[in-house]
C-alpha cells in the first residue's frame, strides 16, 4: 500500500478528529515544540473539547497555545476560531489577508452557509460562529516564517481552492499542513495502490490555474508528506501531486463539455460526469467504484457546484 509514513507524533505533530459529518472526515492539527504549541485549523464551534482534550493528553494547558493558524475561513476549516480562541488566553490568529475580515464579521459566511444547508442543519453541523477580535489577528504574507519555540511555520499564498488560502510547510518534518489545495483523501479508499487522492474545487472560488501552481509550489520544496484536513496524513507525495494536475484537467475539460444550461441542469450533469470520472480512476487504482463513489458523494457535489461557479464567472 505505498511507502511508510512515520510517526509525526514524535516530531510533534498531532492529527485530531474534529468530528464534523463522521470520523475520518475533517481533521484540525496541533504543532507542539518545547512545550509551546500551535493549532492549524480548528474545525467547527462543536470541536472545541476535542481540541482542548488533544491538549490534555499531551500534557499541556490552554496557555501554552501561542497560534491558531487558519488555512482558510470556510467554516469546516476554521468555523469554530472565535468559540477556540475564548478559551486559548495568549493565541493569535494567523490568517490569509482576504480571510481576516470574514473572522472579525462572519455574518456573511453564517448567512452564505445558512443559505445553502437551512438554519437547522447550520446549528447541527456548524454551531455558533463567533468573531474574532482584530486585536488578536495577523494576516500572514507570502514567505513569512512563524516561529514556534524555535521551530519555523512557513507560510505560503496557495489560491485554488480559495483565494483566501494559505499553506504551512515545516522544515523540521519536511511536510506541508496543506488545508484543501491537496485535494482530498480518505484513508478508508487507501487501496493496493496507495493513497486514493482528489482535488477540490468547492464553491465559490475554484481556479484551476493557480490552483496547479499552488500545488507546484508545494511540491518544490520536495516535502516527505502532507497533512490534509480531508483527511490526515499522506505519503508518496510527488505521485500524488501529479495524479492532481491530471485531475484538475481533466475536470476542466468534463466542465467545457457539459458547460451549457441553468446552474440546477448543469449542477446534476457535471455531477453525474464526475461520478463516472472517479468510477474509472478507482478501478484504475484496484478499488471497487461502489466502494469509493458513496464515500466522496458529498465532494463529488461539491466539486461539481464549484464548477458551476468557475463557469458562470467565465474564468480559464
Same mark, same amino acid.
Given at each position: 500500500?505505498? #511507502?511508510?509514513l512515520?510517526?509525526?507524533?514524535?516530531?510533534?505533530?498531532?492529527?485530531?478528529?474534529?468530528?464534523?459529518?463522521?470520523?475520518?472526515?475533517?481533521? %484540525?492539527?496541533?504543532?507542539?515544540?518545547?512545550?509551546?504549541?500551535?493549532?492549524?485549523?480548528?474545525?467547527?464551534?462543536?470541536?472545541?473539547?476535542?481540541?482542548?482534550?488533544?491538549?490534555?493528553?499531551?500534557?499541556?494547558?490552554?496557555?501554552?497555545? @501561542?497560534?491558531l493558524?487558519?488555512?482558510?475561513?470556510h467554516?469546516?476549516?476554521a468555523?469554530? %476560531?472565535?468559540?477556540?480562541?475564548?478559551? +486559548?488566553?495568549?493565541?493569535?490568529?494567523?490568517? /490569509?489577508?482576504?480571510?481576516a475580515?470574514?473572522?472579525?464579521?462572519?455574518?456573511?459566511?453564517?448567512?452564505?452557509?445558512?443559505?445553502?444547508?437551512?438554519?437547522?442543519?447550520?446549528?447541527?453541523?456548524?454551531?455558533?460562529?463567533?468573531?474574532?477580535?482584530?486585536?488578536?489577528?495577523?494576516?500572514?504574507?507570502?514567505?513569512?516564517?512563524?516561529?514556534?519555540?524555535?521551530?519555523?511555520?512557513?507560510?505560503? @499564498?496557495?489560491?485554488?481552492?480559495?483565494?483566501? /488560502?494559505?499553506?504551512?510547510?515545516?522544515?523540521?518534518?519536511?511536510s506541508?499542513?496543506?488545508?484543501?489545495?491537496?485535494?482530498?483523501?480518505?484513508?478508508?479508499?487507501?487501496?493496493?495502490?496507495?493513497?486514493?487522492?482528489?482535488?477540490?474545487?468547492?464553491?465559490?472560488?475554484?481556479?484551476?490555474?493557480?490552483?496547479?501552481?499552488?500545488?507546484?509550489?508545494?511540491?518544490?520544496?520536495?516535502?516527505?508528506?502532507?497533512?490534509?484536513?480531508?483527511?490526515?496524513?499522506?505519503?508518496?507525495? #510527488?505521485?500524488?501531486?501529479?495524479q492532481? +494536475?491530471?485531475?484538475?484537467?481533466?475536470?476542466?475539460?468534463?466542465?467545457?463539455?457539459?458547460?451549457?444550461?441553468?446552474?440546477?441542469?448543469? #449542477?446534476?450533469?457535471?455531477?453525474?460526469?464526475?461520478?463516472?470520472?472517479?468510477?474509472?480512476?478507482?478501478?484504475?487504482?484496484?478499488?471497487?467504484?461502489?466502494?469509493?463513489?458513496?464515500? +466522496?458523494?458529498?465532494?463529488?457535489?461539491?466539486?461539481?457546484?464549484?464548477?458551476?461557479?468557475?463557469?458562470?464567472?467565465?474564468?480559464?
Amino acid at each position: 500500500m505505498g #511507502e511508510q509514513l512515520p510517526a509525526f507524533s514524535a516530531q510533534g505533530i498531532h492529527c485530531i478528529d474534529t468530528g464534523l459529518v463522521r470520523p475520518g472526515f475533517d481533521a %484540525a492539527w496541533l504543532v507542539v515544540e518545547q512545550g509551546r504549541a500551535a493549532f492549524i485549523d480548528c474545525g467547527t464551534s462543536h470541536a472545541v473539547p476535542a481540541m482542548l482534550q488533544a491538549l490534555a493528553r499531551l500534557g499541556l494547558g490552554p496557555e501554552a497555545v @501561542d497560534w491558531l493558524i487558519l488555512t482558510h475561513v470556510h467554516l469546516d476549516h476554521a468555523g469554530g %476560531a472565535g468559540a477556540l480562541l475564548a478559551h +486559548l488566553p495568549h493565541a493569535r490568529v494567523l490568517v /490569509h489577508p482576504r480571510g481576516a475580515p470574514h473572522l472579525i464579521d462572519p455574518s456573511r459566511l453564517v448567512a452564505g452557509a445558512t443559505a445553502v444547508y437551512g438554519a437547522e442543519e447550520m446549528a447541527r453541523s456548524y454551531g455558533q460562529v463567533l468573531p474574532i477580535d482584530p486585536a488578536r489577528m495577523h494576516c500572514a504574507s507570502d514567505g513569512q516564517s512563524i516561529d514556534l519555540a524555535g521551530r519555523a511555520l512557513l507560510c505560503i @499564498d496557495t489560491p485554488g481552492h480559495a483565494r483566501h /488560502h494559505l499553506c504551512v510547510f515545516d522544515a523540521r518534518s519536511r511536510s506541508w499542513f496543506t488545508g484543501d489545495t491537496f485535494g482530498i483523501s480518505y484513508r478508508e479508499l487507501d487501496g493496493p495502490h496507495g493513497h486514493f487522492i482528489i482535488p477540490t474545487t468547492s464553491p465559490v472560488q475554484f481556479e484551476p490555474g493557480p490552483l496547479k501552481h499552488s500545488i507546484g509550489r508545494m511540491l518544490a520544496l520536495q516535502p516527505q508528506a502532507m497533512h490534509l484536513t480531508h483527511y490526515a496524513s499522506v505519503g508518496q507525495v #510527488e505521485r500524488l501531486g501529479q495524479q492532481l +494536475l491530471e485531475q484538475i484537467d481533466a475536470m476542466v475539460a468534463i466542465a467545457r463539455e457539459q458547460g451549457q444550461g441553468d446552474a440546477q441542469t448543469l #449542477e446534476q450533469r457535471l455531477f453525474d460526469a464526475l461520478s463516472g470520472y472517479y468510477a474509472g480512476r478507482a478501478e484504475q487504482a484496484g478499488l471497487s467504484p461502489a466502494q469509493v463513489l458513496p464515500l +466522496l458523494a458529498i465532494d463529488i457535489r461539491l466539486n461539481a457546484q464549484g464548477l458551476v461557479c468557475w463557469l458562470q464567472r467565465g474564468l480559464d
